[in-house]
């Protein structure tokens, strides 16, 4: 019989909450066993298996930030949208750090779960109304998400790995590439 208390949704948002405090990698079964004063084997009934509870942490941190970025882009367009979007992302990468992790996995095979696919849409869906916004046509509008993508995610996956702290302002720095993404989108090349 499942101890009360502990529910599919409780051991998500414990596992996304120790995820932002150690890291993705440090959140074990055990762990969260020990949170809920359960046996690890007791877990069991309530989640698949630790890669199961990462895919759930993944379609939670997926969710909250596309209702981030959707809040920071209402009623804008052009390079306030753009900008808005990145700011928005780049706070809840920095702010829930295990969460943006596992909102990672959407790129491995195995974590495609349903709930992560639908999640990981809504994202290329909220930067796709960027591009309309810069009247990129649809046929060219892959590689302007992928573009963004890229440039968000490496940027501040350096920020967090400690990969900028020899140069000084990071917010100037990422205050030009938007200015430079807001040229490259302005000025997109269409075939």
């Not at 309530?46 to 941190?61: E, F, N, Q, S, Y």
């Not at 367009?77 to 700011?87: E, I, R, S």
């Amino acid at each position: 019989m499942p101890r009360a208390g502990v529910t599919p949704e409780r051991l998500t948002r414990a596992a996304a909450e120790m995820a932002d405090r150690t890291g993705l990698e440090n959140v074990t079964a055990s762990a969260l066993a020990r949170r809920f004063g359960v046996t690890t084997a007791s877990l069991y009934s309530h989640i698949k298996g630790i890669d199961d509870l990462r895919a759930r942490v993944a379609a939670l941190a997926l969710d909250e930030l596309a209702d981030h970025v959707a809040a920071a882009l209402a009623g804008r367009a052009g390079k306030d949208a753009l900008t808005a979007f990145a700011d928005a992302y780049r706070d809840y990468a920095k702010t829930h750090p295990g969460r943006y992790a596992a909102a990672q996995m959407r790129l491995a095979p195995d974590a495609a779960t349903p709930e992560v696919i639908t999640a990981g849409r809504r994202h290329t869906e909220l930067t796709r109304a960027i591009l309309r916004g810069y009247g990129i046509p649809e046929n060219e509008q892959t590689p302007a998400v992928r573009l963004l993508a890229s440039a968000f995610h490496g940027y501040v996956t350096l920020e967090a790995t400690g990969g900028f702290a020899h140069t000084g302002d990071v917010d100037t720095s990422w205050n030009r590439v938007l200015d430079a993404l807001d040229i490259a989108l302005t000025n997109w090349p269409t075939t």
